[in-house]
């Protein structure tokens, strides 16, 4: 299992990202990059944001990343998600900061007008568990770490 939810998120550069706050549950589609043994995933995202707002107010998130893109309407019912939870916080390393930054903007080109944006900031999610469900039925729980 731990195979294929790594997997599943190298190959995939989009997320959603739950976060709660005082102004309720929120859902924001995500560019993210993730680091070698796929323990920590890093997003970017303006510090007046609702999300980032969230964050800071209760770091536990939730992130959901699927295949359904690659299986196209026909093959729907065998879709693997997967829901990853973990503590989100900013990322106060400037080295660490840069080379995340860069590694973004390399896997998505789109992101360079957000990452250089000087109100832009790294999300660093420490993941603590993962569930993966294949097709309709099949789910597997695993905590991490």
Known sequence: ???KAR???KKNGLCVLATAGREGPHCSLMSFV??????????????????YRNIIASPLVSLLIDDREQ???AGRGEVSALTLSG???PCPDP???????????????????????????I???????WQLLQGVDQA???KIG
């Open 87 to 89: 503590q989100a916080l």
């Open 95 to 121: 080295a660490q900061k840069a080379e995340i930054l860069a590694r973004l903007e390399k896997r998505h080109p789109l992101l360079a007008p957000l990452a250089r944006d000087p109100q832009a900031e």
């Open 140 to 142: 597997q729980f695993q």
């Open 71 to 73: 299986k196209g309407p």
């Open 1 to 3: 299992m731990i195979e």
């Open 7 to 9: 997997a599943l998120i």
């Open 34 to 51: 993730a680091n070698e043994d796929c323990t920590q995933i890093f997003l970017v995202t303006k510090k007046d944001t609702l999300k």
């Open 123 to 129: 999300i660093k999610v420490r993941l603590t568990s």
